[in-house]
């Protein structure tokens, strides 16, 4: 069964610093990843996936995300934060064998002080 | 261009009252997905549908819970009579037919039953 960890409820980072955003996996054969974020009163927003090929992928608003096979793993970051950054970050996984049902994560609130 | 559009934004009603949430999805996608997001359970997935067709309703919660896609331009969740633990956030997102697209979120209508 396909799934996915969250494992940080909070992330807190000061304005300009690095931010990393865990994820990790578990799914039968390729996963395809993805990074969305929700601004309050919003829907999800897409920023970036990962399907095959380079380990680190870019997106959206600065943001990028590095895969990890051996350790399962499609950690979100950022070299330099924003107080805009300030949202709830989902990861989610689609298995390539696993049909069309895309799995979400908890979700993580990052916080970014000024 | 226009994204998913979703109506109400917000809904207040008393319970045993029908309700009905409305989206429209992007023109040219063939899923359409129905998600419930709650700050006890997350976000959980509903039902989909490909082609207008429902593919998986395992998500939906009870039988009071229905939903419809009549063509491709529109679908309808239903719930009939409505209890206050239905409160909550409900998000209609779509998607191309291919695994490696993302799913475009409308902004959700936040639902309170009292």
């Known amino acids: 069964a396909q799934s996915v960890a969250q494992p940080e409820d909070q992330v807190n980072v000061a304005e300009g610093n690095p931010l990393t955003v865990k994820c990790t996996y578990s799914v039968s054969g390729n996963p395809y990843l993805f990074w969305y974020v929700q601004y309050p009163n919003r829907g999800l927003q897409f920023l970036l996936k990962y399907i095959t090929g380079d380990n680190l992928v870019k997106g959206s608003y600065g943001f990028e995300a590095e895969f990890n096979k051996s350790q399962t793993s499609f950690h979100l970051k950022k070299p330099s934060a924003l107080v805009s950054d300030s949202a709830l970050y989902f990861c989610a996984v689609r298995a390539y064998t696993g049909g069309f049902k895309t799995i979400f994560g908890a979700g993580t609130r990052l916080f970014v002080k000024a | 261009d226009a994204g998913v559009i979703q109506s109400p934004r917000h809904e207040v009603t008393e319970m045993g009252q029908e309700v009905t949430l409305r989206c429209k999805p992007i023109?040219?996608?063939?899923?359409l997905f129905w998600y419930r997001q709650t700050m006890m359970r997350g976000l959980e997935l509903l039902i989909y549908?490909?082609?207008?067709?429902?593919?998986?309703d395992s998500g939906m919660p009870e039988d009071r819970f229905s939903a419809k896609m009549p063509n491709a331009s529109f679908s309808t969740l239903k719930i009939q009579p409505s209890e206050p633990r239905d409160s909550a956030v409900y998000f209609c997102a779509s998607s191309l037919m291919d695994r490696v697209q993302p799913q475009h979120f409308g902004d959700g209508t936040r639902l309170s039953i009292l």
């Open positions: 549908f490909n082609n207008n067709v429902p593919i998986d």
């Open positions: 023109s040219g996608h063939d899923y």
